[in-house]
T-cell receptor, first 112, second 113 residues
Framework: GEDVEQSLFLSVREGDSSVINCTYT??????LYWYKQEPGAGLQLLTY?????DMKQDQRLTVLLNKKDKHLSLRIADTQTGDSAIYFC????????????FGKGTTLSVSS | DSGVTQTPKHLITATGQRVTLRCSPR?????VYWYQQSLDQGLQFLIQ???????AKGNILERFSAQQFPDLHSELNLSSLELGDSALYFC????????????FGPGTRLTVT
């Protein structure tokens, strides 16, 4: 079946790195995504990684994928207070078709 | 701004009523997806339309229906509303099913009293 798990909460200090983790169960995942949701707003697509890649870097964001362990992480370098939000991991699988399967989200709190 | 628009932003209605939520996709996107976000269930896929045709169905109740019009905007109809239908309803659009990058609108917050 399809299931995406994330830890619920992460607290960091401004300037530190944040690492948000996600595990998934469906081995037929084709793409994995990270979305950001700020209070009262919709979901903003941050980045994605194809399932045959190990790593993808995009400015302050680094995505690491361990396909063997079905583990995905999002590292935010030099975390700022503006990064405070809920971060969702999502997968696209051949079984789910075009529907995205989302985790419950990780709330990132950045203190100055 | 994702380019996806949704109206209304907020909707308050009573149990048993029917409402229509509207979504306009990004210019050129043929696919429209509807998701429901609630505290207990998280984000759940409801239904997808592609160029006017239903493409995929998720955990959508029989009381809910959707359609996509020739101008590609979509409407989600929710009827016989129950308290448990209170949630955020998001629309997303995509122009590439293979890559499946979905861009989300700001959502409609539905409150059923």
């Amino acid at each position: 079946g399809e299931d995406v798990e994330q830890s619920l909460f992460l607290s960091v200090r401004e300037g530190d790195s944040s690492v948000i983790n996600c595990t998934y169960t469906d081995s037929s995942s084709t793409y994995l995504y990270w979305y950001k949701q700020e209070p009262g707003a919709g979901l903003q697509l941050l980045t994605y990684i194809f399932s045959n890649m190990d790593m993808k870097q995009d400015q302050r964001l680094t995505v690491l994928l361990n396909k063997k362990d079905k583990h995905l992480s999002l590292r935010i370098a030099d975390t700022q207070t503006g990064d405070s939000a809920i971060y969702f991991c999502a997968e696209s699988t051949s079984q789910a078709g075009t529907a995205l399967i989302f985790g419950k989200g990780t709330t990132l709190s950045v203190s100055s | 701004d994702s380019g996806v628009t949704q109206t209304p932003k907020h909707l308050i209605t009573a149990t048993g009523q029917r409402v229509t939520l509207r979504c306009s996709p990004r210019s050129g996107d043929l696919s429209v997806y509807w998701y429901q976000q609630s505290l207990d269930q998280g984000l759940q896929f409801l239904i997808q339309y592609y160029n006017g045709e239903e493409r995929a169905k998720g955990n959508i109740l029989e009381r809910f229906s959707a359609q996509q019009f020739p101008d590609l905007h979509s409407e989600l109809n929710l009827s016989s509303l129950e308290l448990g239908d209170s949630a955020l309803y998001f629309c997303a659009s995509s122009d590439n099913e293979a890559l499946n990058e979905q861009y989300f609108g700001p959502g409609t917050r539905l409150t059923v009293t």
